[in-house]
């Protein structure tokens, strides 16, 4: 199983941004933002109400779970792992 971790920012300012994913050590992540705050596509698009937000995605980019605490992500990921 191949897991890539798309972080899509809510920030309105770059600076900021570039400084917590660098503090973090988020680097490794794929890492977006339309730098629009709420007000950006992503969150409408995707009914994101709250951060963080977590989507776990299939191969083909179908949505199969949404956890709502990492807890139920790393469970949700053992699962599949075990199939």
């Known amino acids: 199983m191949k897991l890539i971790t798309v972080a899509v920012s809510l ?3 770059y600076a900021q941004w570039q400084k917590f994913v660098t503090e973090n050590n988020l680097l490794s ?3 977006f933002s339309e730098l629009k705050g709420w007000k950006g596509g992503v969150s409408k698009q995707y ?3 709250a951060t963080p937000t977590m989507f776990l995605l299939d191969k083909d980019k179908k949505i199969i779970a949404k956890p709502l605490i990492t807890d139920e ?3 949700l990921l053992d699962a599949i792992s075990k199939k």
Request: hydrophobic share 35%.
């Open 11 to 13: 920030d309105s300012d």
């Open 29 to 31: 992540f794929l890492n």
């Open 47 to 49: 009914n994101v109400y």
């Open 73 to 75: 992500l790393k469970q």
